[in-house]
């Protein structure tokens, strides 16, 4: 059984800081005793450099009063934003018009946003774990991949390239990629027992998106799952209002500087260096 992190410490195990005047943030060094995968060694200056602010942002947020019971505003920003960035042609207003009034459009237009819609609406009413996640993906990629490769990992070498064919990263191999899943579900239970600031919670929601991108253990659908899946521990961990947070917007609108940040690790999975994670961290808080 897991046993939060905070148990059995001394007080040299302890760091404390203060951030925005008021909240007093500890982290503990058994965290990286905890944790298979994510890192930990970025957290101190994360958290010097992450907005004061962040709390306060947070609990400004609101649903848009175009939301019903029937239809998400901020989910379909969600879908629309995740879907131009790996590049559909697909407009915010045209997909609202489509999703709350009906208005038909060619299904090529829309199926695809769709698809991450639902997937998006099956997250938040269900618990962030592995069978979940790969529901998700079958939601997601129905229209991408296969039907027998949705939710499924990949066995095949999987390279990301450039629109001139360059290779741009070489993702986990194939004999690696259940064993690395396996290791980041089980931070991802870790992280979800245990009590964490809004400050920490914002840090590991964006390593496991970074993480989950570098695995990339999926045939097709990565980087919308691991956006998602972003959005997923920041609700499950928030509550609901985390679901208002824009950030597949910002990452679109900063689209060039959200990959930037994704290459500065390295080229390949193997030789990747987490201490150059902190420009993509630090994007996250920018959303709200």
């Given at each position: 059984?897991?046993?939060?992190?905070?148990?059995?410490?001394?007080?040299?195990?302890?760091?404390?800081?203060?951030?925005?005047?008021?909240?007093?943030?500890?982290?503990?060094?058994?965290?990286k005793?905890q944790?298979q995968?994510?890192?930990?060694?970025?957290?101190e200056?994360?958290?010097a450099q992450v907005?004061?602010?962040l709390?306060a942002?947070f609990?400004a947020l609101?649903?848009?009063?175009?939301?019903?019971?029937?239809?998400?505003?901020y989910?379909?920003?969600?879908?629309?934003?995740?879907?131009?960035?790996?590049?559909?042609?697909?407009?915010?207003?045209?997909?609202v018009?489509?999703?709350?009034?009906g208005?038909?459009y060619?299904p090529?237009?829309?199926?695809k946003i769709d698809?991450?819609?639902n997937a998006?609406?099956f997250?938040?009413n269900?618990e962030l774990?592995p069978?979940?996640i790969?529901?998700?993906h079958?939601?997601?990629?129905?229209?991408i991949v296969a039907?027998n490769?949705?939710?499924k990992?990949?066995?095949?070498n999987m390279?990301v390239?450039?629109?001139?064919?360059?290779i741009?990263?070489?993702?986990?191999?194939?004999?690696e990629?259940?064993?690395?899943?396996?290791k980041l579900?089980?931070d991802?239970?870790?992280?979800?027992?245990?009590?964490?600031s809004i400050e920490?919670?914002?840090?590991?929601?964006?390593?496991?998106?970074?993480i989950?991108?570098?695995i990339?253990?999926?045939n097709?659908?990565?980087?919308r799952?691991a956006?998602l899946?972003?959005k997923w521990?920041?609700g499950?961990?928030?509550?609901?209002?985390?679901?208002?947070i824009?950030?597949?917007?910002?990452?679109?609108?900063?689209h060039?500087t959200?990959?930037?940040n994704?290459?500065?690790?390295?080229?390949e999975y193997?030789?990747?260096?987490?201490?150059?994670a902190?420009p993509?961290m630090?994007m996250?808080?920018?959303?709200?």
């Amino acid at each position: 059984m897991f046993l939060p992190y905070y148990c059995n410490l001394t007080k040299t195990d302890t760091i404390n800081k203060k951030h925005s005047g008021t909240v007093l943030i500890t982290y503990y060094l058994a965290m990286k005793d905890q944790l298979q995968l994510i890192p930990t060694n970025l957290l101190e200056v994360y958290l010097a450099q992450v907005p004061k602010t962040l709390q306060a942002s947070f609990d400004a947020l609101e649903d848009a009063e175009i939301s019903t019971d029937t239809f998400s505003f901020y989910t379909s920003v969600s879908s629309v934003f995740s879907s131009k960035i790996e590049g559909e042609d697909i407009e915010l207003d045209s997909y609202v018009k489509h999703k709350k009034f009906g208005i038909e459009y060619l299904p090529d237009y829309t199926k695809k946003i769709d698809d991450l819609y639902n997937a998006y609406s099956f997250a938040k009413n269900n618990e962030l774990n592995p069978k979940n996640i790969s529901k998700a993906h079958k939601l997601l990629s129905k229209h991408i991949v296969a039907k027998n490769w949705q939710g499924k990992f990949r066995t095949h070498n999987m390279y990301v390239s450039t629109a001139d064919g360059r290779i741009e990263y070489v993702a986990a191999s194939p004999y690696e990629v259940e064993s690395e899943m396996m290791k980041l579900y089980g931070d991802i239970a870790v992280l979800l027992e245990t009590k964490l600031s809004i400050e920490e919670v914002f840090f590991f929601a964006s390593l496991i998106h970074l993480i989950f991108v570098k695995i990339h253990p999926w045939n097709d659908g990565n980087g919308r799952t691991a956006r998602l899946l972003e959005k997923w521990f920041l609700g499950q961990k928030l509550g609901h209002q985390a679901w208002f947070i824009q950030s597949e917007k910002m990452y679109y609108n900063q689209h060039h500087t959200y990959y930037k940040n994704i290459r500065l690790l390295g080229l390949e999975y193997i030789e990747l260096d987490y201490s150059q994670a902190l420009p993509f961290m630090l994007m996250l808080p920018t959303a709200l």
